[in-house]
């Protein structure tokens, strides 16, 4: 007959627990941050606490004390039971943030604490090697003193026995992070902090102001499908980074959690100048509280990339995409480009099958020589008319007033194509269409001509590394479009119009080349001979 009893046992954890809470692998400033936090949470309200961070290098000693409410007696006794916090909706809601960070910065440590009003202080000592030989989790010393002053109150934490070295440059390194992880508090003037008498100062970001007056900062409030709201700002670096510092600064509870954390987008050099702050107030973290629960639901519900953050984020992707892309675009690609505009005017000029395009009474011209039997072929009649499709008009480009006359380079064309009888002005400009759908744009109007507009947003813009035959393709397809609308003929012959001009054009730079290439060779060829003649009169003179 089988017999079951029941028995209690003790599951008291083991002393080694208490050293062991240390090694999860906190930096330096991490454990300094989570004595930060402890000392936040205790702010008055209406008041700006104040945090001073000593790192004391010639006594090996570290303290973090700050002026806040301070801790009564159970307070006090209840800060060094693992697991235990009363705190709700605050940055140390675990009940392990201050055991967890002072164990792994050293050996011993010392809370010493008191609350206004009240004339005691509390001290409490924590020494790993008296505990590992004789702590017990149900009995240990807290020291009382009586008769301190009523008006003061604060906390302090002093660690001892440190588990590294302070460095001559740590205070610095500290404070550079302190003032990026609890920038918030900091700009809202509800905490100053300290480390070594040197104030936590966040630096501040060099934004794109004209992205959104005044200062580059687009604030945002978002209610999201679980009914939760996020809020914080956006906006874009003035100079992206190309080391990876750029994206989203999350904060939870004014603590930060993530740097440069690429939510709403995916990284790309095209979005290093996306930066910001996102407050999760909502979402759940880690016990270290170092990073976000990634499988929890409230956290996937903004990193999806098909939800609303996501959705929101689009139009600032396109901004910086069109940012990074406007810089691709140098003056050389400018003056490139214009140097195959005329190209495609001379081709044009040369292209006898584009007049009936031009001029409508080619057309009737053309079908009365077929009607006279005149033996005539169509690009007969067409190559016979005199008339040009092309003109070009130079203008001086205005020059410093100690400049007679203007040069070469500083002559402006405007080119003009005639179009069913109409004369046409041809422009280009590489432009952010707000798109990703269409390759070009174009504006016709009689007074401003044809103005085409290259898509740099268009995903074929940043596939390719030559924008210059880039702009030329759409130059040449949108007054192939222009010729087919204005003279309503079938949109099937824009294919041939456009390849006819590209082409053309294609071979006027050929023989452009092949000419620059002879001048260079016959310039080559001519200085050879002259050195060859002054050598041989230097030989003469010398011989003479």
Known sequence: MTNVQKKEINILPDRSLMPKIGQTGYSITQAISELVD??????????????????????????VSDDGVGMDEDTAANSMRLAHSAKINKLGEFGLGLKTAA????????????????????????????????????????????????????????????????????????????????????????????????????????????????????????KLESGNEIWGWRGLLRKGSDKGEYGFRVFRRGRLIMQFAKIGFNPHPEARQITGEIHLDHVPVTHNKREFIQESPLYQEIVNTEGLFFSFMRDLVREARSTVRKTQIGQDVVDKLEVQKESIMKAIKKIPELKEYAFPDLIEQIKAKRDNHEGLTDLEIEKRDQRDMVTIEEDPVPQDKNERRPNKSHIRKTYYITVNGKKFKVLHSFVDLKTDDVLKDKNVDEETGI?????????????????????????????AEVMVEQNKRPTEEIIKIRDLILKRSAEIVRELDDVERDKKEADRLKKAYEETLQKIKTAEDKDS
């Open 103 to 222: 164990t792994s910065l050293g050996k011993k440590f010392l809370i010493i604490t008191s609350r206004g009003g009240s004339d005691e202080e509390y001290t409490i000592a924590y020494n790993e090697k008296e505990w590992l030989e004789k702590g017990d989790w149900t009995r240990h010393e807290m020291e009382i003193k009586s008769g301190v002053g009523r008006d003061y109150s604060g906390t302090t934490i002093r660690i001892e026995d440190l588990s590294f070295k302070i460095y001559p440059n740590l205070s610095g390194n500290i404070r550079k992070e302190l003032a990026i992880r609890f920038a918030p508090f900091i700009e809202n003037g509800e905490a100053v902090i300290k480390v070594n008498t040197k104030w936590c100062i966040p630096e501040p970001l060099e934004l794109k102001t004209d992205y959104h007056l005044p200062d580059g900062k687009e604030p945002f409030q978002l």
């Open 451 to 479: 103005h085409v507009f290259t898509n740099i947003s268009f995903p074929g813009f940043a596939n390719t590394k030559d924008h210059v035959f880039y702009g030329t393709w759409n130059i040449a397809e949108a007054i």
């Open 38 to 63: 402890n000392s936040i949470d205790a702010r008055e309200d209406g008041k700006t606490i104040n945090i001073e961070v000593i790192l004391d290098q010639k006594k090996g000693v570290v303290e």
